[in-house]
Nanobody
């Protein structure tokens, strides 16, 4: 069974930084894309950032503050989050799409509060 595991969430003050990490098990097959989504209480899950063959995309709300990186050979991705705001508070989910399908991680909580 393919596994996707995130780490790195936590509590941070406004203006602070956090780095999220994610890895997918090697049995995902050929990796096409990895990405980060988030879901705040009472809201729908939304796209944060994706990376595919070195190309990246970001939600407008996080551009210039978040940076996604990845290593296709290792099926890993990281999300560096700077200048965090209270509106960034959410459960962050990693998504990995490979030749055997798309898979979600269990989520990691990010809370931005003073």
């Amino acid at each position: 069974q393919v596994q996707v595991v995130e780490s790195g969430g936590g509590l941070v003050q406004p203006g602070g930084s956090l780095r999220l990490s994610c890895s997918a098990s090697s049995n995902i097959g050929r990796l096409y894309l990895m990405g980060w989504y988030r879901q705040a209480p009472g809201k729908q899950r939304e796209l944060v950032a994706t990376i595919s063959s070195g190309s990246t995309s970001y939600a407008d709300s996080v551009k210039d503050r978040f940076t996604i990186s990845g290593d296709n050979a290792k099926s890993t991705t990281n999300l560096q989050m700077n200048n965090l705001k209270p509106d960034d508070t959410a459960v962050y989910y990693c998504y990995a799409a490979g030749s055997r399908g798309g898979y979600w991680g269990q989520g990691t909580q990010v809370t931005v509060s003073s």
